[in-house]
């Protein structure tokens, strides 16, 4: 290892035509890429915190309201959570093959791992789209439009095949994609029970959680974006690839989170069955 | 020459095979009614699933002593988090919105 470190340093000293691979405050590239790791793990650690907060919230909430926030979760469809957890897996598989490109020093297959990973990082978002769309229909996102009554008699409804008709007529829009408006006594009804303020609580932090996580996704895609200009005009070396690797503990990371996210917020209420 | 020898290409299909495999179990176990094991049983499949990105997609398995101390401590930063402020919930004995058993005891009532 230092007989290595020494000859790499000497190589660096001798050979400047090496240009951006080797920073000269580093004694050789293994120092520098490990450095880099490290920072990076660094800044994951923040992450780690950042959403530990909102787990330790949704853990204490789920501890004191923990009846009704099953019967929450049952709203949520468990089996589009299951299919976009193997899409991530997936886009997790591509971008793994772009940090091995680059320990490979191919550079044109960098491009089209990354391009891979921002497709099905996107078919996650689509689907996930699609489920905000159905949440609004039901009247579930923590606005004044939530409605817990709502919710549960349309959601047992649409588990018995109901759908295709809507027996209240929905004549006014509500505010977020065209949601049905509750009617009055619906809005009575949450009113007078406590439990719809808990339900709320859990739509809070489902919302929150799962937002949180897609803002990551987003930011994500810019960063490959730039990354694959960068790979694209041959930036990356076999010895200089941190920024590659970097984005790949990222991007890993954003799938860790999804990983504790699916049996947390899909699965609770998962036993409950249809129509509860 | 390479910094890292890159890893074999089957091994990165094979974590996503034990993975997908996994997702479908955890799914299927949500689905029977396990009482008081269906949290453990969610958890715990969940952190093999971590342990198996964390080990080889973001290889931890083959990274320096330093990062795996970092990761350490911020599973350790982690567990002092959520152990603290749950031991100060679970011991006090005060509501932040109306209790669960309300609705319960007093249908209808305010």
């Known amino acids: 290892m230092q007989v290595t470190e020494k000859k790499h340093a000497q190589e660096a000293h001798d050979d400047h035509g090496h240009g951006h691979e080797l920073a000269h405050h580093f004694v050789s590239v293994e120092q520098q890429h490990d450095a880099g790791n490290l920072g990076m793990w660094m800044f994951l650690t923040t992450e780690v915190l950042f959403f530990g907060g909102l787990f330790a919230a949704y853990t204490i909430y789920r501890y004191k309201f923990e009846k009704v926030f099953e019967q929450a979760s049952n709203i949520l469809d468990p089996m589009l959570g299951a299919i976009n957890t193997i899409v991530l897996i997936f886009s997790s598989v591509t971008m793994a093959f772009a940090v091995r490109s680059a320990q490979q020093g191919k550079s044109k297959a960098i491009v089209a791992w990354l391009g891979a990973t921002i497709v099905f990082g996107g078919l996650f978002l689509g689907i996930k789209y699609f489920e905000w769309k159905h949440d609004a229909q039901l009247h579930v996102f923590p606005t004044s439009d939530f409605n817990w009554t709502w919710a549960r008699e349309k959601h047992s409804e649409g588990e018995h095949g109901g759908h295709g008709h809507d027996s209240h007529g929905p004549e006014l829009k509500g505010y977020i994609f065209n949601s049905p408006v509750v009617p009055a006594n619906y809005v009575e009804s949450d009113a007078r029970n406590p439990e719809a303020k808990q339900a709320k609580l859990f739509f809070f932090l489902y919302f929150s959680m799962t937002s949180l996580h897609a803002l990551h996704m987003v930011i994500g895609f810019g960063v490959m974006a730039v990354i694959m200009a960068y790979a694209w005009n041959g930036y990356y070396t076999a010895n200089y690839y941190v920024p590659v690797e970097s984005i790949g503990l990222y991007w890993h990371f954003v799938d860790l989170v999804w990983i504790f996210l699916f049996p947390l917020l899909y699965l609770l209420g998962a036993h409950l069955g249809a129509g509860h | ?110």
Do not use: Q
Request: hydrophobic letters at 60%.
């Open chain 2, 1 to 110: 020459m390479s910094l890292h020898p890159p890893a074999k290409a089957w091994t990165y299909w094979a974590n996503f095979l034990a993975l997908c495999v996994l997702t479908v179990v955890t799914w299927l176990t949500a689905r029977m009614d396990l009482g008081a094991l269906s949290t453990p049983v969610a958890l715990g499949i969940a952190v093999i699933k971590a342990a198996l990105v964390v080990l080889f997609f973001m290889h931890v398995w083959e990274s320096t002593p330093l990062t795996k101390l970092v990761i350490a401590m911020s599973l350790f930063m982690l567990t002092v988090l959520l152990t603290f402020m749950f031991t100060d919930y679970m011991t006090r004995n005060y509501d932040v919105l109306p209790p669960a058993d309300h609705a319960a005891a007093a249908p209808g009532k305010h």
